[in-house]
C-alpha cells in the first residue's frame, strides 16, 4: 500500500456514518460505538467526520463535534480509527492533517482531544508531528473502561489543545534537544527487568523545581507491557501521572516529544517546558 492510495474525504450522508460506525465497532467493540443518528446530528451542526478509504474500502474515520467552554467555540476530536493492517502506515496523520484544513474552512482556530500519554505513537503524532500541547492532566477521565483497549486501567488522558491558526513550527524542541541530553538529564529513571521491560523508578518532588525543562519518560511498548504484566502497566500509570499532574500545576506544559531512535534504549520522551 501506498500512501497515495489512500483518498480522505468528508462523510455526511447516513450510509456513510453506518458505515464509519461498523467501524468502530470492530475496533473498540459494538457496546461503545457512537450511534449514526449522534454522528449525523453533528455533522449538520458544526461537526465533522472524515473517513480514510483505500480502493473505495473505508480503513479508518475520525469523529469531530463543536465544543464551548463559555467564551470560545472549538472543535473536539472525538475518536479516531484505523483498521489493524493499516495501522503505523501514517493514516492517522493523513486524517488529522485533512481535519485541520476542514476545520479551518469552518471557522475554527483550535482542536482539542484527550489521549493515553502512556500511548507512545500517539504521543509522537499528538505533540512531536502535528504541535499540540498539553498542560491539563484528566485522572481516570473516562472512568473504568471495558472496551477492546482499555480495559484493566484507569482512563488517564491528556487534554491536547492544537492550535491550529498558528504558523510557529509544530515541534520547536524535536531537533533543538539531543537524544544525550534527554538521556543524561530524566525526571524519571528507569530500569530493564527480566522480561526486559522498563521500570520507572522514584523520583523527588523537588527536582521539579530546579529546572525549567524536563524530560519525562514513556515506554515505547506500553500496549505489549499492558497485555503481559497488568501491575508494571499500572505503576508506569500512576508514576507518570504523578510526575505530569505536579509539572501542570507548577506552570509546567507539554511543549515537545522527543523519540529515541537507539532500540536498545525501551523509553521515549515528553519535552516539558515553563509555559
Not at 28 to 36: A, H, K
Not at 114 to 129: A, F, Q, R
Not at 157 to 170: Q, S, T, Y
Request: include cysteine.
Amino acid at each position: 500500500m501506498k500512501t497515495d492510495e489512500i483518498i480522505i474525504r468528508s462523510l455526511s450522508k447516513v450510509e456513510e456514518l453506518e458505515e464509519v460506525r461498523r467501524l468502530e465497532s470492530e475496533i473498540w467493540g459494538e457496546s461503545d460505538s457512537i450511534p449514526t443518528h449522534q454522528t449525523i446530528t453533528a455533522v449538520k451542526n458544526g461537526g465533522l467526520v472524515l473517513g480514510a478509504f483505500c480502493h473505495d474500502e473505508l480503513i479508518g474515520f475520525q469523529y469531530s463535534f463543536p465544543g464551548f467552554n463559555g467564551q470560545s467555540v472549538y472543535l473536539c476530536s472525538h475518536i479516531l480509527g484505523t483498521v489493524a493492517k493499516f495501522r503505523n502506515k501514517g493514516i492517522g496523520e493523513k486524517l488529522k492533517l485533512v481535519q485541520r484544513d476542514e476545520a479551518l474552512k469552518l471557522g475554527y482556530s483550535l482542536i482539542t482531544w484527550t489521549y493515553d500519554p502512556l500511548e507512545s505513537v500517539n504521543g509522537y503524532l499528538n505533540i512531536g508531528k502535528l504541535g499540540g500541547v498539553v498542560s491539563t492532566y484528566i485522572p481516570n477521565c473516562y472512568g473504568e473502561m471495558e472496551d477492546l483497549l482499555n480495559s484493566g486501567l484507569p482512563s488517564d488522558r491528556f487534554l491536547v489543545e492544537w492550535h491550529i491558526g498558528d504558523e510557529k513550527a509544530a515541534d520547536p524542541f524535536r531537533e533543538a534537544v539531543s537524544e544525550d541530553r534527554v538521556l543524561t538529564t530524566p525526571l524519571l529513571h528507569w530500569k530493564v527487568n527480566d522480561q526486559n521491560q522498563p521500570v520507572a523508578l522514584p523520583f523527588r518532588l523537588e527536582d521539579l523545581h530546579t529546572n525549567t525543562i524536563h524530560f519525562v519518560p514513556v515506554p515505547k511498548n506500553y500496549r505489549t507491557i499492558r497485555e503481559t504484566d497488568i501491575e508494571l502497566a499500572r505503576d508506569w500509570r500512576m508514576r507518570t501521572r504523578n510526575a505530569f499532574s505536579e509539572l501542570f500545576d507548577q506552570g509546567f506544559q507539554v511543549s515537545g516529544y522527543k523519540k529515541i531512535s537507539n532500540p536498545e534504549i525501551p523509553v521515549n520522551f515528553y519535552i516539558v517546558t515553563k509555559q
